[in-house]
């Protein structure tokens, strides 16, 4: 997780700055367009965050409500405190019911868990069926670079090249054409999969369903197909009611894909009863905590509000230089600044809430409220306690500290520091000789400070 050196790698790539600059506004545009749509935006907002911070001061609550209502319907709640009790639960109910092949749903959780590999080790062969994950899988098992659009960073023609060899037909060009090619590929896997396996973007108490949010039809042969069905999602997806699920429904689509509605929605209770056509003989849900329980009713609670619609890294000046990758963990953007510190250990992730310039654009955007900006310097305050940055940096934020506690001082002291600076940036080759800000100077100048300080502007208006 060196996003430092990760981003550095990332801005000199040729390829991916093309895509990166490609893909910058589709989503943007495609949000104000379908916010628009809503008169009561900002109200649905806000009753979103009041919904999602009254189900999480009770999340025992409503998760034993869960559990009750999903087991009366037939399906069977399981717990997992970490990663490797996600991968155990679910290589255990393979085993249980025979599984050979698992088809897969998107889910960020089993990619956080490591699932893939773990069923491969059991010896079962996990199928991804989302379009780009599938992309990703035949790629040597490439990590995703955005969590609504895993492979944001392919060109057409690295996909089409890619389709060629692994499917071994004549490389197609036309985006319509390779969907064709991968439907037909996995519509034999769907056909003889044993269990299928999906995330879960919300779950909800009162009927213990679980709601999928889908542009594929991938998602439903997933959940539907296979005898078996397995949710892996984390405990702080649940919400009380389907009304609840109503309010947020009109924010994700929007949110993530600029879409008033996606193309599937999905809302899957129990399993197949004798009067239904299709569903799953055999339901599970692993409910995983990975770190959650933990920041519930603490300082960075605001964040379990998330639903991962994108919006913020969408909106990232940070993210649209340097893309998923650089983030080194699964979410990317500034909601991964945020949860890979939190989930893998701040000390785990130095860099990561330094990759932000604290625009705001991302607490502008998010549908439900979080105060990203705030918890990224709440990050790295704790990384200052902890003395997890440079000794230099940490002196110089305690000098400035101190000073900011004693105006007349500080006034001198920026005085001079203004003084000094307007002498050493009047010639660039003095900071250079100095090798002051060499990371700065490499790659662009170190401009004057011009006009006045706001003191003087500040003493001159008043
Ligand atoms: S933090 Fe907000 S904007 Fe970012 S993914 Fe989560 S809900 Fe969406």
Redesign the pocket.
């Known amino acids: 997780m060196h996003f430092k050196a990760r981003a550095g790698q990332k801005l000199a790539d040729v390829v991916l700055q093309e895509n990166l600059r490609k893909a910058k506004s589709k989503f943007v545009d495609m949000r104000a367009r379908a916010i628009a749509e809503l008169d009561d935006f900002e109200a649905t907002r806000e009753a979103a965050k009041v919904l999602r911070d009254r189900t999480l001061d009770d999340l025992d609550l409503w998760l034993e409500r869960f559990e009750l209502e999903a087991t009366r319907r037939g399906a069977t709640v399981l717990w997992a405190k970490d990663g490797a009790e996600v991968c155990q639960r679910v290589v255990d109910i393979a085993r249980r019911h025979g599984v050979k092949k698992v088809t897969k749903s998107k889910s960020m959780l089993s990619e956080e868990a490591g699932l893939n590999q773990a069923l491969e080790d059991a010896g079962i062969q996990p199928v991804e069926t989302d379009l780009g994950e599938y992309i990703l899988q035949i790629n040597d098992n490439e990590p995703p670079s955005h969590?609504i659009a895993p492979v944001f960073h392919k060109r057409k023609e690295e996909v089409s090249a890619l389709f060629a060899r692994v499917h071994k037909l004549a490389a197609k060009t036309d985006i319509e054409a390779m969907t064709r090619e991968a439907r037909e590929v996995l519509r034999p896997h769907f056909l003889s999969a044993d269990m299928g396996i999906s995330g879960g973007n919300f779950l909800v108490a009162e009927t213990g369903s679980v709601a999928l949010v889908t542009n594929e039809g991938n998602g439903r042969m997933v959940t539907t197909l296979p005898r078996v069905h397995v949710v892996v999602t984390g405990i702080e997806k649940v919400i009380p009611t389907l009304e609840d699920l109503a309010t947020l429904m009109r924010l994700l689509p929007r949110?993530?894909t600029g879409q008033s509605i996606s193309n599937y929605f999905s809302l899957l209770t129990g399993v197949k009863h004798a009067e239904d056509q299709d569903g799953p003989a055999h339901m599970y849900f692993v409910l995983v905590d990975s770190g959650r329980a933990d920041l519930v009713g603490g300082e960075f609670a605001e964040?379990l509000?998330?639903?991962?619609?994108?919006?913020?890294?969408n909106?990232c000046p940070v993210y649209q230089a340097v893309g998923g990758h650089a983030y080194g963990w699964v979410y990317p953007?500034?909601?991964g600044s945020?949860l890979t510190p939190l989930f893998a250990g701040i000390e785990n992730a130095v860099d990561l809430p330094q990759a932000a310039t604290l625009c705001n654009q991302?607490g502008v955007?998010?549908?439900?409220?979080?105060p990203?900006p705030d918890l990224l310097r709440r990050l790295r305050e704790k990384q200052v306690e902890q003395r997890l940055r440079p000794t230099a940096e940490r002196l110089a934020l305690t000098a400035w500290a101190w000073l900011a506690r004693h105006p007349a001082l500080y006034a001198l002291a920026t005085r001079i520091g203004v003084r000094y600076l307007k002498w050493l940036a009047g010639g660039e080759d003095r900071i250079r000789v100095l090798g002051l800000a060499p990371e700065w100077t490499l790659g662009r100048d170190f401009p004057a400070p011009e006009g006045k300080t706001f003191r003087e502007l500040y003493a001159q208006k008043h």
């Open positions: 969590i949110s993530a964040m509000r998330c639903i991962r619609c994108g919006a913020c890294m909106h953007g500034p909601m945020i991302c955007v998010c549908p439900v409220k979080i990203l």
